[in-house]
Nanobody, 124 residues
């Protein structure tokens, strides 16, 4: 499986973006992470294979929505009320197909395949 992330760009604070992650094949539990300039990569959101469970970092809770479209093998991350601190390269990743807890899905170790990233820049 290969992942292609898109949808990043330059947006003003308070604006919105929808990131997409297109997979070349069947996917599993999926996650979004981000790496801000000079910082470690951090968890943003995750969704289980069925879409039943979704997990968010505290920093984006209430402003982000992760969703998936199974027929299209695509996972989305809708980001609203964007802040300058949301500026980062956003990466999508594929996890396992089995049950993975929310705590596990918050860790990079749960994911085996990563996309190339899409840059989000939020201006103040």
């Amino acid at each position: 499986v290969q992942l292609q992330a898109s949808g990043g760009g330059l947006v003003q604070a308070g604006g919105s973006l929808r990131l997409s992650c297109q997979a070349s094949g069947r996917t599993a539990n999926m996650g979004w992470f981000r790496r801000a300039p000079g910082k470690e990569r951090e968890f943003v959101a995750a969704i289980t294979l069925t879409g039943r469970n979704r997990y968010y970092a505290d920093s984006v809770k209430g402003r982000a929505t992760i969703s998936r479209d199974h027929p299209e093998n695509t996972v989305y991350l809708q980001m609203n009320s964007l802040r300058p601190e949301d500026t980062a390269v956003y990466y999508c990743a594929v996890g396992g197909t089995g049950v993975q807890s929310g705590n596990l899905l918050r860790a990079e170790a749960a994911y085996g395949i990563w996309g190339q990233g899409t840059l989000v820049t939020v201006s103040s």
